[in-house]
Structure formats: structure tokens, C-alpha cells
């Protein structure tokens, strides 16, 4: 294909997710479901599994192979960014607050999951492994996969339903953070165990922890004081223009460590004080940009890699209910039996385990990563993809149940611009 036509088809396949992304996500915001939901799906209807299978010829020309590529350095610079903006909407503030009280229920809601997806991997390997991968790794990886808790997504539930300012909106906020958090670094572990199969973890492993202590300890108050003298004036372009090559060099330098470049892209966020002019200023004038155009592209090509026809028979659709089970009642049983062991009431516990449940975009990234590592195959991709959306989409008519309040709020509030 010529370059004048791989742009053409790369720009009509771009419009056509966004347009499709934000109808769906305003359909998915009238039943009561986070708008990302519908900007998945609208990936993955405009990819193999359904527009492929109902019109072959639509789908090769509105997503012929060759755009691949293209769209897939496209998807990665915009969830580079996206987790540079995650960082940057951490409080770690409020982390270091209420850690002592939430602690116990962050990890219990990551080393359940954890551990239950390890066990099922190990009983799926034989059949959904690829076939060059270690059998340690596909297990490590499933594990973490099974852990991770959509924050940003958790924090859009909460402020539909009216919760965010409540002691259980709090409560899952920060546990949410604190979880992610513990994930994150155990998936940036786990892909340095992967990327360094020739030799030894050790290294990326040592260089990852130093990276991080290097960035909290030096980087962080040299920026805290940054921002401090930006409060006084105006935040121009070149300021920006700063803090994006800073966090495209950060990315890079995870990238070289072995853990990918969406850890230091979010460790650059992580730095910047949540509540500075300065992190307003990047929230008003990029996250659009991010969220309108960039991270379209990843659906668009998380969509052209989740193939429902791989799911061919009854076996794999038990195999892809099981999937949704164990994450359910991992991450569920796990919250529930920690929060009830440090002292909440039933329905406040149940309520937290039902809220980090919440999967949605981020388990995509995750899964986008073990596929391009090669740890899981196109099949589980599939499975964990499905996973990820029925999981999330229960988080909303679940609660609504457990909080009656939370119901009625959501019925009053006007649709509102999709935040994933």
C-alpha cells in the first residue's frame, strides 16, 4: 500500500472509531454504564468480530492489514499519554493519608485475584499457552491480569452515582489507588521476568525499584518546587511542551530498562502534585486530545486483535466463563473478607468488592501488553477482553442494588463529556 493511502485509510479508520466511540458511548451512558464501555465496544464492532464477520469487504477497507502497524504506534503513543495523565490525577496525598486504614484492603484485593488467576493459568496453559512461552511467565502474567482495578473508571462510576464524596466512595477511591498502584508494579516486574528470558530478571528488576526511588526522591520535590513558582503565572506552551518531553524521555527510559514505556509515562504523572496549576493546565489542554483522538486508535486496534469467532465452540465459552468467574470472585472475595476483617459493615464491604471488580480500559492496556510480549495467545486475548467488559459493565445495576441512593442519583445527572 502507498503512503498516501495508508494515511487515507489511518484517518478514515480514526474517524470512524471516534464517531462510533462516542455515539455508543452515550448509549452506554442511557443504561447507566461508563461511556468507555461503549468506546471499547465500538472498537472491537468495528474489528473482526463484527463488522469482519458481517461485511468482510467494509472491513478490509476501513481496516485493511497494512494500517495495522500505523494504528498500533498510534494506540501506544495515546496510552502512553493516557497513563502520564492517570499519574498526574493521583493524590498521592491522599495515599499516604488514609494508607494504614485501606492497606490490608488494597492487597487483599490484588493477592486473591492474583492468586486465583495464577491456579486457573496453570490449568489453562496446556491448551491457550502460547507455545514458546514459559509456563512461569503465562502464569505471572494471568495473575496480574486478574489483579488489575480500573481506577479511573472507578472514580467516572462513583461521581455518576453520586458517591465520590462519601465514606465509600472514599474508601474505594483510595484502595483503588493503592491497588493499582501494587499492580502496576507487579506487572512492570513481570515484564522484565518476560523480556529478559535470555538472561536474568535481577537487573531490570534492581534498575526498575532504583528508577522509581530516583523519581520520588530527587524528581518529585525538584517539580513540587517547580510548580510552586508556575502558581504565580500563567502556564504557556513552552512549560507544556517541558513536561511532555520529560514524559515522553521517562517512558523511554523504561522502555530501555524493559518494563515498557507506559511506566515511566506514568511515573512522570505521579511526580507532578495533583492539585498544582500546573496539572490543571494538562488536564484542560491535552486530555481531550488524548481521550477524543489517541485512545480511539487503541480501541480501534484492541478491537482489530479481539476476534469472537476464536471462541468457536461450547468449550471455549466455558472456558471464557470460568475466566469471568474466577476474576469475579477473586477480586470480589478478596476485598470483601479484608474489609470485613478490619472492622466495616457488611454492605459497605460488599459495596467495595462489587466497585473493584472494575476492570475496563485499564485491563485492556495490560492485555495489550501480554500480547505484544507474546505471554498470552489471540484466543485468551479474546477471553480476558470479554472478561474485562462483562465485569465492569456489572459494577453499575450491582451497586445500585447494595445502594439504593446511589440509583436515584444517577437518574437525575445529565449526560456529561466521557472521561475513561
Known sequence: MQPADLLWHLLLALAAVVITGRVLGRVFRLIGQPPVIGEVVAGIALGPSLLGAVSPEAYAF????????????????????????????????????????????????????????????????????????????????MGVAMAITAFPVLARILADTGLTRTDLGRLALTCAAVGDVTAWCLLAFVVGVVQSRQGSALLPSVMTVGYIAL?????????????????????????????????????????????????????????????????????????????????????????????????????????CAAIIVVATVGKFGGTLSAARLVGHEWRTATSLGVLMNTRGLMELIVLNVGLDLGVISPTLFTMMVVMAIVTTMATTPLLGVLVPEATLRHASISPQPSNS
Not at 500563567?234 to 522502555?255: G, M, N, Y
Open 215 to 319: 523519581m520520588f526522591m530527587v524528581v518529585r520535590p525538584a517539580v513540587v518546587r517547580w510548580c510552586r513558582r508556575l502558581e504565580s503565572r500563567p502556564i504557556d506552551r513552552d512549560v507544556i511542551a517541558v513536561v511532555i518531553v520529560a514524559a515522553l524521555v521517562s517512558a523511554l527510559i523504561t522502555e530501555w530498562i524493559g518494563i515498557h514505556a507506559i511506566f515511566g509515562a506514568f511515573l512522570m504523572g505521579a511526580v507532578i502534585p495533583h492539585d498544582s496549576a500546573l496539572a490543571r493546565a494538562l488536564d484542560d489542554r491535552i486530555e481531550h486530545l488524548v481521550t477524543i483522538l489517541l485512545l480511539p486508535a487503541f480501541f480501534a486496534f484492541a478491537g482489530m486483535r479481539t476476534e469472537i469467532g476464536l471462541i468457536s465452540n461450547w468449550t471455549g465459552w466455558v472456558t
Open 62 to 141: 476501513l481496516l485493511p492489514p497494512a494500517v495495522a502497524p500505523s494504528l498500533g504506534l498510534l494506540s501506544q503513543l495515546g496510552v502512553a499519554l493516557y497513563m502520564f495523565l492517570i499519574g498526574v490525577e493521583l493524590d498521592t496525598a491522599l495515599l499516604r493519608g488514609h494508607l494504614r486504614a485501606t492497606v490490608t484492603i488494597a492487597q487483599s484485593s490484588i493477592v486473591l485475584p492474583f492468586l486465583f488467576g495464577a491456579a486457573l493459568a496453570a490449568v489453562l496453559a496446556p491448551g491457550l499457552a502460547p507455545a514458546n512461552v514459559p509456563v512461569t511467565h503465562f502464569v505471572l502474567f
